[in-house]
């Protein structure tokens, strides 16, 4: 080879210039979609959010901060941030305490465990679509299996997806049962994850088993649980999916409106791009706070290594 | 103490057992539903098991929407999705971890930037932008747009980062260039990573609805979430049709996890706490 015949300080210069052109070329094509499918558009939302850009006419024109006055006074974002809040709050509260109470029933030898991991995640696994259509049923007023139980039981019989006080409940009540699964395998690993030395020392010291749970398992669970929390909170002010399947018209009185919903609506079926743009952004804004609290909390967490 | 554990244990078997029921319940339902008559759909006190096994609603879903069409694009697309995907993530962190060259930090923190943003506020402009591109009703308008690479490159590069440099070297002295290196060494010392991030890949485009949602008026466009959505507003309430639909979408992802059940969980813990 001719680079062997010159200098070793030409060959390392060699080298370096081969490696550079080498990292290019594998860099380019992330770099490529990056710039496309992130940059790009962020910029372009910052800058549509200023005009009066519509989907149906080719208004364009440069409005300054309106969109961003106009959603913060619209009654319909307040009341799509309400339900945002509302589902994110009984959403978060039902699936971390379910999920860590059944992870830590896993948690030990019992019969049936594959079986009852396997029962408990199979519903993330399913395209949401399909799953919300067996629950479409479960609320039929008339027909759904739900109402069946309850009037045989004698309790009167409920209007579920179909009434303004229900709706986002029973919406909630088919995501806990979809997403449970998900959160009971991470608060599994961390739990499984704790070494049982940790756990004799605090038996022996004469904990009793809510003792070894409360002040062991729990404190040594901080970072899956501060993970848990604030991953559920971001994907719960992100939903779209559910509520768009279960209710596509926002629900009775717009019970079901949320957050994404409401962006939806704006942009793609009122037109309305640079009120859709704004109130994007000021999700986008909510949501990096939790972010940075998240980062916060993930630094804090006390490590027992 | 162990001894108080030990009385406990039926209780908590049987609350197992009844919660496994309840997570499984609606899958029974619709395997039994999906092959009743209306009859038994409208009966009261429920039919649990059909009164006749009626294939008809199965033909009946095939009438109403081209469901194979929808199937084959969704897990035609989401296989595209995923390769690229895991190419691009794969090259980048072998970039990223192995190679010298200058702007890598800077690469990095634009890389790990473009996760702080949602979906849904890149979702508007790349609209406009796909529209004017043509890519409308179009696969690569599916596909192109979709791919998320920061996170499973990331991913890859906490793999990456253990593969020792002296294995590099090593094939470095042995006349490989960067290219074979990266093909030949880092590749089949990471494969339980690719498969990590590949069903990770998979199994989010595989679902994913709002861009989908967006990109596609055409009816033959449509993926399998985007078509079920539709046969609900199209069928209103014959259920039976409906759980039809369901089961066909449902049972073979199901055995696909069963069979795989170590790898999906793995996937998770290692995608979920890697972050």
Redesign the interface.
Known sequence: MKAEKRSPRSRNNLQ?R???R???V??T???L??F???????V??VA?SLTNWSLTTPARDFVGTKNFRFVLNDERFWKAMGNTVFYTAIKLVADTSIALF?AT??D?K???R??????????V???????S??????Y?P??G?LN?VLV?LGLPAMQWLYSEKTALLSVILFSV?KG???NV??FL??LQSIPESYLEAA?IDGA??RQVFFKVKLPLLAP?TS?VIM?GI?NC??V??EV??MT?NHGPLESTLLL?TY??DQ??VRGK?GR??AA??V??IV??GF?LVQRAFGRKNVSYD | ?KG??KKR?PV??V??IL??A???F??V??FL?AFKTSAD??S???KWIPSSFKWTNFAEVFKKIPFLRFYANSIGVAFIQTFLQI???A??A???TK????G?RK?FS??QS?M??????????????ASWAGLVDTYAGLIL?G????FT?ILLMSFFQTIPNDLIDAAKIDGC???RI?LQVMLPNSRTAIGTASLFAF?TH??S??WP??VTNNVKMRT???G??Y???ETS?E?QT??A??LM??IP??VV??LM?KE??QS??LT??KS
Request: with cysteine; net charge positive.
């Open positions: 370096a081969e490696q550079r080498a990292a290019a594998m860099i094509p992330l770099f979609t990056l496309f499918l992130f940059f790009l558009p962020v372009f939302v549509m059944i029933l896993l030990r019992i019969h049936f594959r079986f009852f991991r396997i029962a408990h995640f199979a519903p696994v399913v395209p949401i679509t399909a799953s259509l067996i629950w479409l049923w479960f039929d008339g027909i299996p069946q045989s049962w449970l699964g998900y395998i991470l690993a961390g038996r009793s088993e899956v993970f991953m971001i002010l992100k779209f999916t768009d399947v596509p994404v962006i939806y942009s793609f791009m859709g743009a994007a952004l999700l986008f949501i990096f972010t | 103490m108080n554990l244990y908590f078997f609350f197992l919660s496994s309840l997570m499984i609606p899958f339902w619709m539903s759909v409208y009261y006190p429920p190419a691009i993530s090259m980048g072998f970039a990223l190679l010298e060259f200058p890598r690469m634009f890389m473009s702080y943003v949602p979906e849904v506020v890149t979702m508007i402009p790349l609209f406009l932008l747009p791919l998320n690479c920061a490159t260039g960067y290219y990266f199994l595989w679902r609805y709002m949602l967006i399998l979430p985007i079920l959505k046969l609900v507003q309430s259920y409906l759980m639909a369901s979408a449902i992802v199901l996890y069963m059940e999906f969980v998770i813990t979920g706490l």
